[in-house]
């Protein structure tokens, strides 16, 4: 929903705020995209940033196709001074509009380099595992060319393909001249995934100050960690630090959230679903009824960002499921598979591809609750890094992980192979696993990955996605919102000086502390 109205506030709002670019070649590169909530992000942690290195604000687009007429319109947008998200951006204190499309290099020399590096890439997997100049990228290439494209998977020899790949490395080229000839003091994404982090892995690589940057979170991230949303590693460590007396009200608290979530109730705070997968709602018998062990698929996006995290046990989810399938008809098992009920235009063709391929595998339809399937007797079931590992434990049920980059990882309600070898070996001997489950490690988990979630910028995030719907945080409505109901003086000097103090600490996440928890529960 875009309003001119919204943005015309938030703009002579920001003025009243935020100083103008100062004399300085130092740059502080920021993501340029449309996401209100993220921009209102971007404008303190910049500012911040701009007053710390006494540097300007030089906002970028990453694109993954070349489209010049695209380019000129963004290009001649941010030269205009009306009610759009340039002028925004200029009004937080942004000097600067940079494309690397724009910047110039020699061809004949690029190239060479760009094939040398095309003819390396034999495989898929040698696409995921590509480092150019010692910097990970095939990540961000993997994931940019399945999302933009919508391909589940990738056909390396395809012409499609070649064209993608050579036009990212030539990106990412032209992002590693950028950093030879600006100084650049710090860089701010919004994701850490996808071709938009070139800039950022460049950065972390030369040991720049990078950060992923939203509504509820801030991430400095490092060599260590090039990652946002990996704090699950340290959740044991963490809750070992929690007093004794908020442990006992986290669990309270998790116990309450988890039975609301299985009686059926949209969980707000855990927006990414418009619906329920627990709806009290049942519908005739889906389960086979016999003795035979029941395993539920629960696969992922092929899409949008199949390493969230980094690597899984396959390069992405297509090859799983074929992998799955494969193993469905060495077994005696019955075999199903339900969908995440907002899966994306696209899903439902490639599945059914697939089933025709694997008829011994059933569709469970969208409309049927786990809830129905766990009371007819689904035994186990198949993740990467869903929720459903922690959810169907609670009912003694078997979850098994295809990644150990994953949530979960840090706890032995769900099991984590470590490899494909050890993963096909549990799927071809269900019968033998008896694993017990500690279900007080579900709750501790629950706390930490939930629970926690606190949102450095907006008061109560759950009572404004209950409000106005989870879209607000990316239409101009929030503009409106920020300024008339969520701002004040008191609290726009606090964010200020809460990013300070972050910025001289070696943190991994802002507001991540037991300090904070402990206090924060004992006064509940």
């Known amino acids: 929903m875009i309003n001119p109205f919204n943005t015309l506030k938030v703009i002579l709002h920001n003025k009243n705020y935020f100083s103008k670019p100062i004399k300085s070649k130092k740059i502080i590169l920021v993501e340029f995209n449309r996401l209100s909530s993220s921009v209102i992000s971007y404008t303190y942690l910049t500012n911040v940033l701009k007053r710390k290195y006494k540097a300007n604000i030089c906002a970028y687009r990453q694109t993954t196709k070349k489209n010049k007429l695209k380019d000129l319109i963004w290009y001649l947008a941010s030269k205009i001074n009306i009610f759009n998200t340039h002028h925004i951006y200029k009004s937080f204190g942004t000097d600067e509009f940079f494309l690397p499309n724009n910047l110039k290099m020699k061809k004949k020399n690029i190239d060479i380099k760009i094939n040398k590096i095309i003819k390396g890439i034999k495989s898929k997997q040698d696409l995921l595992n590509l480092k150019i100049d010692e910097i990970y990228v095939g990540d961000l290439f993997y994931d940019s060319y399945l999302m933009d494209y919508k391909k589940p998977t990738i056909d390396i020899n395809s012409e499609e393909f070649k064209k993608f790949i050579h036009y990212s490395i030539e990106n990412f080229f032209k992002w590693k001249e ?53 704090q699950f590693l340290d959740y044991k460590n963490f809750y070992k630090k929690i007093d004794d007396r908020v442990k006992l009200k986290l669990m309270k608290l998790a116990k309450y959230k988890l039975l609301q979530k299985f009686s059926g109730h949209n969980i707000s705070y855990e927006f990414g679903s418009s619906r329920s997968s627990y709806e009290n709602k049942y519908y005739k018998r889906i389960l086979k009824k016999n003795n035979k062990i029941k395993v539920l698929i629960a696969p992922h996006c092929f899409f949008d960002n199949p390493h969230p995290y980094g690597k899984n046990l ?108 050890e993963y096909q070996k549990i799927l071809l001997n269900l019968k033998k696993i008896n694993k017990p489950i500690n279900k007080r490690e579900v709750y501790e988990f629950y706390s930490m990955f939930t629970i926690l979630k606190k949102s450095w910028l907006i008061n109560d995030f759950k009572s404004l996605i209950s409000r106005y719907g989870v879209k607000i945080i990316f239409d101009t409505r929030f503009y409106s919102y920020w300024t008339n109901e969520e701002f004040s003086l008191n609290k726009h000097n606090f964010i200020l000086k809460s990013i300070s103090d972050f910025l001289k600490t070696n943190d991994y996440l802002m507001n991540w502390n037991t300090k904070d928890v402990n206090n924060f529960f004992k006064k509940c």
């Open 178 to 230: 950028f950093f030879k000839i600006k100084k650049i003091q710090s860089v701010v994404v919004s994701h850490t995934v996808y071709t938009l982090a070139i800039p950022l892995r460049i950065a972390i690589s030369k040991s720049i100050p990078a950060f992923q940057c939203s509504a509820e979170h801030i991430y400095k991230l490092s060599k260590k960690n090039i990652y946002a949303y990996r």
């Open 314 to 421: 396959f390069v992405d989810m297509y090859e799983w499921l074929e992998f799955l399938g494969k193993i469905s008809k060495k077994t005696n098992y019955d075999w199903y598979i339900k969908l995440h009920p907002d899966y994306l235009d696209g899903t439902k063709e490639v599945i059914d591809s697939f089933l025709d391929k694997y008829k011994n595998i059933k569709f469970i339809e969208n409309n049927y609750s786990h809830n129905q399937l766990l009371k007819e007797g689904i035994d186990v079931a198949l993740t990467c890094f869903g929720s459903i590992a922690h959810e169907y434990p609670l009912f003694n049920r078997l979850v098994i992980n295809c990644s150990l980059n994953n949530p979960h990882i840090n706890y032995n309600f769900s099991l984590h192979p470590k490899n494909k070898l």
